[in-house]
């Protein structure tokens, strides 16, 4: 009785698993199986070279250029994202009207379209006709207009900051869920103790929060180590490789030299950096929230 | 205390307002420029209130064929792959949470573990796959690749959803003879319906916004969607901004909608499983 029930359940879930092994776990293997080889365009064949793809991509100077980016790429956005969805966390939790309307209004970002992310942000990063040069100069801030996506270090900048437009809400609305887990009790506790406002969120809240804020800067890692639509479409990469993002590299290295087996070895070691990160995460994590429990 | 509790009403207030302000303004700088002659889109300083309001961008950007094709792909795509991600998901939910006795989480688990790959890893195998199966330039194979998205996600936000409603119901049904597709479709489909909806939309607005497969697997204009073309329209000469604008408006329209019927849902979805999105 129990195992027929159980012989349905997996029947009922076959159609999904196959498609999910045809769509991601076989492409996924083969991909793995792909880094191995060479691809041979003019002959269109496939030819075994071992841990060539690999040497080779790491003797590369864009490799580590795009190392590098993605560095700062990840780092500048975990940190605008924290900065940002922390305040607004706080701010949610603490307001006593209008927390449904904002609520809504964080979230707007968060389901909007990448490519219309990317589309309006040019437009208002534009050097010459750009509201936010506009606004500035009309505040007096800076006298010139300024080329936001044009110099190395102001194009990171600039994505950073469209990309953390988008994606603050998940860091927000993450950290606003372990916020709301906190008990009162605990607050006024603490406030009766003569702790000020400061102390608390000090000794109380961020201890407290610590496995959600542990899953929201895993979550921004992760989209931010496979977010590059924002670079192929602002900038291509440029100026100068600044904004080469690992993702774009490789999107590259697939089409525009079509060496589909080295393609394939840089997306294997970012799985894996990927992979190891999240084991990290998980090891240093779980006790933690554990404890919060 | 009393004066305390004010100062921190206030704050949070400022610290929302300009959060508005800084959500809004793209959007609402978008809408502005859609509706601006082109003369007042290209004047500096800028015209931040146009002096005459104008449809002509929006007539010149549904007046182009290929935006209109490619709004028509991107809906076929979007309709098709909410349709079979939920008719796989569903079915597949209700099998491993309600009637596999043991194994059926860490099943699950898995499932939701195969989103964790980066896209990046599919770009070669995908093309390759496309390629040799004639579906390049398809939307049966633009399909196909979003379905690796969306599977994983939908599966695990409808089995989250099942978990929260109690069996009785479920029981009491199964003793009145009723046979697994029935219960499906007519106690788990109502019952789960706030899940379902969820993980649909999430499948739609993957679908309806999703750029970086589109760019790779559909570059000739019968399967471009409508983000690829919005690319393309970027890389020519002239950017024409004000019409660009108004393409981001309507094909903003598709996403705001149902966003707005489900706001309520959409959060708890979006932090239960929100690798991908």
Same mark, same amino acid.
């Given at each position: 009785m129990i195992a027929r029930s159980t012989v349905r359940g997996y029947a009922f879930a076959s159609p999904l698993m196959i498609v999910l092994a045809a769509a991601v776990i076989l492409p996924a293997l083969y991909n793995a199986g792909l880094a191995f080889f060479k691809y041979d365009a003019v002959r269109d064949a496939w030819r075994f070279t071992g841990a060539t793809n690999f040497t080779h991509l790491l003797a590369q100077d864009r490799f580590w250029n795009a190392f590098w980016v993605t560095l700062l790429w990840v780092a500048?956005?975990?940190? $605008?994202? $924290?900065?940002?969805?922390?305040?607004?966390?706080?701010?949610?939790?603490?307001?006593?009207? =209008?927390?449904?309307?904002?609520? +809504?209004?964080?979230?707007?970002?968060?389901?909007?379209?990448?490519?219309?992310?990317a589309v309006v942000f040019l437009w208002l990063y534009h050097p010459d006709l750009g509201v936010l040069n506009d606004m500035l100069m009309r505040l007096g801030l800076i006298d010139r207009p300024i080329a936001w996506l044009a110099s190395p270090g102001m194009a990171q900048f600039s994505l950073i900051l469209a990309n953390?437009?988008?994606?603050?809400?998940?860091?927000? !609305?993450?950290?606003?869920?372990? $916020?709301?887990? !906190?008990?009162?009790?605990? =607050?006024?506790?603490?406030? !009766?103790?003569?702790?000020?406002?400061?102390?608390? =969120?000090?000794?109380?809240?961020?201890?407290? =929060? +610590?496995?959600?804020?542990?899953? +929201?800067?895993?979550?921004?890692?992760?989209? +931010?180590?496979?977010?590059?639509?924002?670079?192929? !479409?602002?900038? #291509?990469? #440029?100026?100068? #490789?600044?904004?080469?993002v690992m993702g774009l590299y490789i999107y590259k290295i697939a089409f525009d030299s079509f060496d589909f087996g080295m393609a394939a070895a840089a997306s294997l070691l970012l799985f894996v950096a990927i992979l190891i990160i999240t084991v990290v995460y998980l090891r240093v994590a779980d006790p933690a929230s554990e404890a919060a429990d | 205390m009393e004066r305390s509790s004010r100062v921190v009403q206030i704050t949070a207030h400022i610290v929302l307002g300009l959060t508005t302000v800084f959500v809004l303004f793209p959007y609402a700088w978008m809408l502005v420029t859609s509706i601006k002659p082109i003369a007042d889109v290209i004047a500096w300083p800028i015209r931040w209130l146009p002096r005459s309001i104008t449809l002509e961008n929006y007539a010149a950007i549904l007046n182009d064929s290929r935006f209109v094709r490619a709004l028509f792909n991107s809906a076929v795509v979007s309709i098709a792959v909410t349709a079979l991600s939920l008719l796989l998901s569903v079915p597949a939910a209700y099998g491993l949470t309600r009637l596999v006795r043991r194994g059926g989480r860490p099943v699950l688990i898995g499932i939701l573990a195969s989103?964790?790959?980066?896209?990046?890893?599919?770009?070669?195998?995908?093309?390759?796959?496309?390629? &040799?199966?004639?579906?390049?330039?398809?939307?049966?194979?633009? /399909?196909?690749?979003?379905?690796?998205?969306? @599977?994983?996600?939908?599966?695990?936000? %409808?089995?989250? &959803?099942?978990?929260?409603?109690? %069996?009785?119901?479920?029981?009491?049904?199964?003793?009145?003879?009723?046979?697994?597709?029935?219960? /499906?479709?007519? /106690?788990?489909?109502?019952?789960?319906?706030?899940?379902? %909806?969820?993980?649909?939309?999430?499948?739609?607005?993957? &679908?309806?916004?999703?750029?970086?497969?589109?760019? @790779?697997?559909?570059t000739s204009e019968r399967a471009q969607t409508a983000p690829v073309l919005m690319f393309y329209l970027l890389g020519q000469h002239q950017i024409d901004y004000a019409r660009l604008m108004a393409a981001a408006v309507l094909l903003s329209i598709p996403i705001a909608i149902p966003f707005a019927v489900i706001q309520r849902f959409y959060k708890s979805g979006m932090t239960e499983g929100g690798i991908k999105g």
């Open positions: 500048g956005n975990i940190a $605008l994202q $924290l900065a940002i969805g922390m305040a607004v966390a706080l701010a949610l939790n603490a307001v006593a009207s =209008l927390r449904a309307f904002y609520s +809504a209004v964080v979230m707007v970002p968060w389901v909007s379209s990448f490519v219309i992310v953390t437009w988008k994606f603050f809400p998940l860091v927000a !609305i993450t950290l606003f869920t372990g $916020l709301q887990g !906190i008990p009162r009790e605990l =607050l006024q506790a603490s406030t !009766i103790d003569g702790a000020n406002r400061l102390e608390t =969120l000090r000794y109380i809240i961020i201890p407290l =929060l +610590a496995p959600s804020i542990a899953t +929201a800067v895993l979550l921004s890692t992760i989209w +931010a180590f496979n977010a590059f639509t924002l670079s192929i !479409i602002m900038t #291509g990469g #440029g100026p100068l #490789g600044a904004t080469e | 989103q964790f790959f980066p896209p990046m890893v599919f770009f070669v195998p995908f093309y390759i796959v496309l390629q &040799s199966l004639g579906l390049l330039n398809t939307l049966p194979g633009l /399909i196909f690749t979003y379905l690796s998205v969306t @599977l994983p996600i939908c599966t695990w936000m %409808v089995a989250t &959803s099942l978990r929260d409603i109690p %069996v009785a119901i479920e029981e009491a049904a199964r003793i009145d003879g009723c046979g697994d597709v029935r219960m /499906i479709w007519t /106690i788990i489909r109502p019952i789960a319906a706030p899940g379902i %909806v969820t993980a649909g939309i999430f499948a739609f607005v993957l &679908s309806w916004q999703e750029y970086i497969f589109a760019l @790779l697997y559909t």
